[in-house]
């Protein structure tokens, strides 16, 4: 069990997780976006769905932004040492704790914390739509 609760992603938001992008780099991010399982996720859901006829939107960027999601996950493992302090404030700020509380928590609650941000739909939702921006923009 969860020894904090994560809030809402608002706004706000956006601009911790663009500062951990950027110390990351955009390229890694950038390779997420374009990758197959990214491409497999926005074909999906871009053919018409049989019963309907229409694609669902909301349902369309959550696919998308599930498959983006796990994707970063594991860029931003492999990226940790790079942005660890980004990460931290991050993570205090939507769950209330400590940036120094943060950084003491036993490391399997740590990284529970982390898949628990990507497991967020607000997660989802932003980097479906990063997504497809970024797809539309060539």
């Known amino acids: 069990m969860a020894d904090y609760e994560l809030r809402k992603l608002q706004s706000k938001d956006a601009f911790s997780m663009l500062r951990i992008i950027n110390k990351i780099g955009v390229k890694e991010f950038k390779d997420v976006l ?14 018409p769905k049989p019963a309907s006829g229409e694609p669902e939107p909301k349902a369309e960027t959550d696919k998308i932004g599930m498959t983006v999601a796990l994707e970063i996950v594991n860029v931003l493992i492999m990226n940790i040492p790079s942005c660890e302090d980004d990460i931290y404030t991050f993570l205090s700020s939507l769950s209330g704790l400590k940036k120094k509380d943060v950084q003491e928590l036993e490391m399997n ?25 970024v797809k539309s923009g060539k």
Do not use: P
Request: hydrophobic share 50%; charged share 25%; net charge negative.
């Open 34 to 47: 374009e990758s197959d399982a990214v491409k497999q996720a926005i074909a999906s859901t871009t053919t």
């Open 109 to 133: 609650v740590f990284f529970s914390m982390i898949m628990d941000v990507f497991k967020k739909q607000e997660f989802a939702s932003f980097f479906g739509d990063v997504s497809k921006l």
